[in-house]
């Protein structure tokens, strides 16, 4: 493929799964540690709930697979320009040192690598449909994770890493899960379900932090994350709430405290993108489950 074409190609990619959010390409920023200007193949800008967030992509249109040096370089460029997140395309793919070194960052570094295919089908969305009873929730996986759908005890859904196991996930200490309340009980409001679940918590472990912060969803309910420090925890554990007005889908998500920034959001976009479902009760519908497809982005 013409290289010109190759790009063009990987922006309407992008652009049709960015549609809310700032794209440009060939885009220069300053580098913060070289003092010099940078090319961004494409910059994307996206406003979360107050905070912005940046994600450079770099599309390689090489006639050979990407080895390790080419990772190595483009890793660099992400934190010399203070990205919060790297995408790395190539129509050939890539080495295995390659592939080991991108998922592999002692400092944090967030960066997923893709085949040209892999990415233009990954954009129309890994998505599910959790539901319990009549009650459901048109979900949308965070970019670069899965929605696995297998029924487990306690939990609707799982959502993790793309190319990891469950298993992988929590042993890496990065997965979700989602559940749904139903308000005809009690607690009745987001902020009581926060004050009944920091209490479980406290029941077994020493909070050192814990606060309710507002998120937001794209068609206007109301929606909040929790985020919770305990002393006994490897790991910081926040929830996405939003009130369906009948039941209050939440969303509980385990993070390394170093990836604090960005599975938070993760979890704000998860929360923007999510939509109510009420689903007609038969027989089948009766029990909790979840029915996972590819969705195009709410």
Known sequence: MDWKKYEEEVFDALSAH????????????KGRYSNRSRQIDIYIEQKING??????????????????????????????????????????????????????????????????????NLLQGEGAVPYSGSNGALILAPFSWIVDATRRPGALCFLYRRGMTLEDAISSREFAYINFWLTTDEPKTIEELYVQ??????NSATIESNELIA????VGFE?????TKAKEYSTLEMAGYIDFEGFIFFCILHT??????????KLHLLLRNTLPVWIRETEQSEEAGSESESLPEA
């Open 215 to 218: 998120s937001e969803n794209a």
């Open 51 to 120: 905070s912005n967030y940046i994600t450079i992509v770099d599309s390689k249109n090489y006639n050979k697979k990407i080895d390790v040096k080419t990772v190595e370089s483009f890793i660099s460029m992400i934190d010399d320009v203070g990205a919060d997140y790297g995408i790395m395309i190539s129509e050939l793919g890539f080495t295995k040192s390659a592939f080991n070194r991108a998922f592999n960052n002692p400092k944090g570094i967030e960066l997923d690598i893709y085949n040209f295919d892999e990415i233009t």
């Open 18 to 29: 960015y549609i809310n959010d700032t794209i440009i390409k060939n885009h220069k920023i």
């Open 197 to 202: 679940q920091s209490e479980y918590i406290a």
């Open 223 to 227: 929606s909040k994350i929790r985020i």
């Open 256 to 265: 390394d405290k170093k990836y604090k920034r960005r599975n938070l959001r």
